[in-house]
């Protein structure tokens, strides 16, 4: 079995938290059996290989989230970028396409195709090897999932089936409607629409080259941005008649904002943070180094990060998208998850940059130069190496290295590296990396 992951997400809903390069899926607020923090895409990562040890996984994602996935779950998982943001159905078709001509997957594999990041427990698992198996059957030529509603809901599209047997086809697909009409739907025995499938690679293909002309890798690759904007229902589901429904009963959350991840966060207070007896179903969050003193509050929301500071009321909090987009219109990210650690903004001003750079120990950061500003490396903790245009520096605490413009350089962690990074020049727009030169 073949899992895509579809991985997206603008960093707008779990803001501040979140930002452009780290959506909601990365930021670590839960924990783990061994009662360590951990992210969702991690949640769902380790619940897959203990569940589905045997099956491939892709994640397909923008160029902007590759540093936090390797970082999160690891180099061995494979990850099919998206030149730009198209939507599922052209991301979907070119992680098919990287699957078969890259990775040399059959065309006749079944593949099964689903969110990166549901709060969901391991029966969810048992479910998607059902969906697998009848693909792989032959039975229906695409298999979805279908969640059991708690409640009406004018969040979720609903899948319509012919009866309310566990297994059976499906008559329509219905748009986010009204609660009233949700209501008269799911007395019809209509299910969320969790946007999980299960279909053949050879099928995707099939679609593929009906509505964009390619099936090749590269040759979507190339032509990626002149895809049309479609999601899979759209251009796929809604128009396929040989179409079948699982019912899944278990635990299922799309943690999409505030208030539904507060309903799954470990604990009600998360960092340096103090919390009076007078505090009721509150929940704060505090990446900061700095205490955050909250004190008679009640039903709210307090996030503080490096990008901002979140103070709201729970359900106020799911509308929250507009105003941040206001907030963050041109603004820097200052902070972002890399392959080997993590990149904080310290503070920025009109030609400079401080930055804390921490490395994880055994990684270190890509050969690289820049050609309109200059560095200097103070070493806070731990071990290492720089290497400067090919000589190699050891490098520890008190450490301090000046790296002029035009400098190839890179920080090599022999234990985890913590290191003020400080740039002068043009280091907001016109800084060019040259990247990989050796």
Same mark, same amino acid.
């Given at each position: 079995?073949?899992?895509?992951?579809?991985?997206?997400?603008?960093?707008?809903?779990?803001?501040?938290?979140?930002?452009?390069?780290?959506?909601?899926?990365?930021?670590?607020?839960?924990?783990?059996?061994?009662?360590?923090?951990?992210?969702?895409?991690?949640?769902?990562?380790?619940?897959?290989?203990?569940?589905?040890?045997?099956?491939?996984?892709?994640?397909?994602?923008?160029?902007?989230?590759?540093?936090?996935?390797?970082?999160?779950? &690891?180099?061995?998982?494979?990850?099919?970028?998206?030149?730009?943001?198209?939507?599922?159905?052209?991301?979907?078709?070119?992680?098919?396409?990287?699957?078969?001509?890259?990775?040399?997957?059959?065309?006749?594999?079944?593949?099964?195709?689903?969110?990166?990041?549901?709060?969901?427990?391991?029966?969810?698992?048992?479910?998607?090897? @059902?969906?697998?198996?009848?693909?792989?059957?032959?039975?229906?030529?695409?298999? %979805?999932?279908?969640?059991?509603?708690?409640?009406?809901?004018?969040?979720?599209?609903?899948?319509?089936?012919?009866?309310?047997?566990?297994?059976?086809?499906?008559?329509?697909?219905?748009?986010?409607?009204?609660?009233?009409?949700?209501?008269?739907?799911?007395?019809?025995?209509?299910?969320?629409?969790?946007?999980?499938?299960?279909?053949?690679?050879?099928?995707?293909?099939?679609?593929?080259?009906?509505?964009?002309?390619?099936?090749?890798?590269?040759?979507?690759?190339?032509?990626?941005?002149?895809?049309?904007?479609?999601?899979?229902?759209?251009?796929?589901?809604?128009?396929?008649?040989?179409?079948?429904?699982?019912?899944?009963? &278990?635990?299922?959350?799309? %943690?999409?904002?505030?208030?539904?991840?507060?309903?799954?966060?470990?604990?009600?207070?998360?960092?340096?943070?103090?919390?009076?007896?007078?505090?009721?179903?509150?929940?704060?969050?505090?990446?900061? @180094?700095?205490?955050?003193?909250?004190? &008679?509050?009640?039903?709210?929301?307090?996030?503080?990060?490096?990008? &901002?500071?979140?103070?709201?009321?729970?359900?106020?909090?799911?509308?929250?998208?507009?105003? %941040?987009?206001?907030?963050?219109?041109?603004?820097?990210?200052?902070?972002?998850?890399?392959?080997?650690?993590?990149?904080?903004?310290?503070?920025?001003?009109?030609?400079?940059?401080?930055?804390?750079?921490?490395?994880?120990?055994?990684?270190? $950061?890509?050969?690289?130069?820049?050609?309109?500003?200059?560095?200097?490396?103070?070493?806070?903790?731990?071990?290492?190496?720089?290497?400067?245009?090919? @000589?190699?520096?050891?490098?520890?605490?008190?450490?301090?290295?000046?790296?002029?413009?035009?400098?190839?350089?890179?920080?090599?962690?022999?234990?985890?590296?913590?290191?003020?990074? %400080?740039?002068?020049?043009?280091? $907001?727009?016109?800084?060019?990396?040259?990247?990989?030169?050796?």
């Amino acid at each position: 079995m073949q899992l895509i992951l579809l991985s997206g997400g603008s960093g707008k809903r779990l803001w501040p938290l979140s930002n452009d390069v780290r959506s909601k899926q990365f930021i670590k607020i839960l924990k783990d059996r061994d009662g360590e923090l951990e992210s969702m895409v991690q949640r769902v990562y380790s619940q897959i290989r203990r569940m589905c040890p045997d099956a491939g996984v892709t994640v397909a994602t923008s160029r902007s989230q590759v540093s936090a996935i390797h970082n999160q779950i &690891g180099e061995e998982v494979d990850v099919c970028v998206e030149p730009c943001r198209r939507d599922t159905f052209p991301a979907i078709a070119l992680a098919a396409a990287y699957l078969h001509d890259v990775k040399g997957v059959n065309e006749d594999s079944p593949v099964i195709v689903c969110p990166v990041d549901p709060y969901v427990e391991d029966s969810y698992f048992e479910t998607l090897k @059902e969906m697998s198996s009848l693909t792989e059957s032959g039975r229906a030529a695409i298999v %979805v999932m279908g969640m059991e509603p708690s409640y009406p809901s004018d969040k979720y599209g609903y899948v319509i089936p012919e009866d309310k047997e566990h297994v059976s086809r499906v008559c329509s697909f219905k748009e986010k409607p009204d609660i009233r009409t949700a209501g008269e739907y799911i007395a019809q025995g209509a299910l969320w629409n969790a946007g999980v499938f299960a279909l053949r690679i050879g099928y995707i293909l099939d679609r593929a080259r009906e509505l964009t002309g390619y099936t090749l890798y590269e040759d979507l690759r190339e032509h990626y941005e002149e895809l049309k904007k479609i999601s899979f229902d759209y251009a796929v589901a809604e128009h396929e008649k040989n179409i079948m429904v699982v019912r899944y009963s &278990g635990e299922w959350r799309d %943690v999409g904002t505030w208030n539904t991840m507060s309903e799954v966060m470990s604990g009600d207070a998360m960092g340096n943070v103090t919390m009076d007896s007078t505090c009721v179903n509150t929940k704060a969050v505090n990446e900061l @180094e700095i205490p955050l003193l909250c004190m &008679g509050t009640k039903d709210m929301i307090i996030a503080a990060s490096s990008d &901002g500071i979140l103070v709201s009321g729970r359900e106020a909090s799911g509308y929250m998208k507009p105003f %941040v987009e206001k907030i963050t219109e041109g603004a820097a990210v200052r902070y972002a998850d890399k392959s080997w650690g993590s990149y904080t903004v310290i503070d920025a001003e009109p030609g400079s940059l401080t930055v804390k750079v921490v490395l994880k120990a055994g990684n270190s $950061m890509k050969y690289h130069s820049h050609e309109h500003r200059s560095e200097t490396w103070n070493v806070l903790s731990g071990k290492g190496r720089a290497v400067i245009d090919g @000589e190699t520096i050891p490098v520890s605490a008190g450490s301090c290295i000046s790296l002029p413009v035009g400098k190839a350089h890179k920080l090599c962690a022999d234990t985890d590296l913590s290191v003020i990074e %400080v740039q002068t020049g043009d280091v $907001m727009k016109s800084d060019k990396i040259l990247r990989d030169l050796k």
